[in-house]
């Protein structure tokens, strides 16, 4: 399956990325939680190099919680400060201003005894298109100041916003990369929604990360679309493929995707399946675990 997208806008953001980031004294790096290495930009990596960090775990509400917590631990051992976050909810905010001012103590002292007792801390947000980076900026400066969307590329423009007495934010719009390496990362990033739909196969979209789910959250599925263990002895099939499309039928069954005839409607099933995981109603799930990387 060839993933990939990016338009003529994230080029121009990215260059504007580089040259931004020589104002800034602290980069907040926004990840889903539900992927975070998926959801890290290689190209920001590069970007970011020696300037102060710290990752934010977005989406917390979607992730297993445990699974959340062992990769604060991941970052803290390579010595980077994590914070999970629900920026919907307004969860980990007040930690990510006070991380920001701990990490920021000792250059700030030394600029006072310089005379620079007014000196603004300066903080930029990266993140791929959908990880809720306008929904963050709006609970650090506790209101709506920036248009949030629940698609990927709605934040179009740069933006300072000032989120307290001394502290200033730069919003970027979000950025992938040019090209797919691994095509797990584009498939995360598919069922996530950090690629617009519009570009994507949805049903084999769909397809991929059902597979994903009857292996590792097969209760979930049951639970959501109100599937019995008998029906789910009947799908069984030597073949992983066809118990996975007689998966995706059923479901279809369930929800009423059926056209004249008795058909599925496999596109709007497969519809169906992105939104209930989007949405997290097929329960908290963490497609990328720390002992599996």
């Known amino acids: 399956m060839n993933i990939n997208w990016y338009p003529g806008?994230?080029?121009?953001?990215?260059?504007?990325i580089i040259e931004d980031i020589k104002l800034i004294d602290i980069v907040i790096e926004l990840l889903d939680a539900r992927i975070p290495i998926s959801s890290r930009?290689?190209?920001?990596?590069?970007?970011?190099?020696?300037?102060?960090?710290?990752?934010?775990?977005?989406?917390?509400?979607?992730?297993?919680?445990f699974e959340t917590k062992k990769w604060v631990e991941f970052y803290k051992k390579n010595n980077i400060p994590a914070i999970i976050a629900d920026a919907n909810l307004g969860k980990g905010i007040k930690e990510i201003l006070k991380k920001v001012?701990?990490?920021?103590?000792?250059?700030?002292?030394?600029a006072a005894a310089k005379g620079r007792i007014k000196r603004n801390i300066r903080i930029m947000i990266l993140g791929i298109p959908n990880v809720g980076k306008s929904s963050l900026i709006n609970r650090l400066c506790n209101k709506k100041t920036t248009v949030v969307g629940n698609r990927p590329g709605v934040t179009k423009q740069k933006q300072w916003v000032r989120i307290a007495n001394n502290i200033e934010l730069l919003d970027t719009p979000g950025v992938l990369w040019p090209k797919f390496e691994d095509e797990t990362v584009a498939l995360n990033l598919s069922y996530t929604g950090s690629i617009k739909d519009e570009v994507l196969q949805t049903i084999e979209i769909a397809?991929?990360?059902?597979?994903?789910?009857?292996?590792?959250?097969k209760k979930n599925l049951m639970e959501r679309y109100k599937i019995s263990e008998d029906e789910i002895v009947?799908?069984?099939?030597?073949?992983?493929?066809?118990?996975?499309?007689?998966l995706l039928k059923l479901i279809g069954k369930k929800r009423g995707a059926v056209v004249s005839g008795g058909e599925v409607d496999e596109e709007k099933t497969a519809s169906i399946i992105l939104t209930d995981f989007r949405s997290g109603k097929l329960g908290k799930i963490t497609l990328e675990k720390v002992n599996e990387k």
């Open 101 to 110: 001012e701990n990490i920021m103590q000792e250059d700030m002292e030394k």
């Open 234 to 246: 009947n799908i069984n099939s030597e073949d992983e493929n066809d118990e996975v499309y007689n």
């Open 41 to 65: 930009n290689p190209d920001m990596q590069r970007i970011i190099q020696n300037k102060k960090r710290i990752v934010v775990l977005n989406k917390s509400d979607l992730a297993e919680d």
């Open 207 to 217: 397809f991929s990360l059902l597979t994903f789910l009857y292996k590792n959250y």
């Open 9 to 16: 806008h994230m080029l121009k953001t990215k260059k504007q």
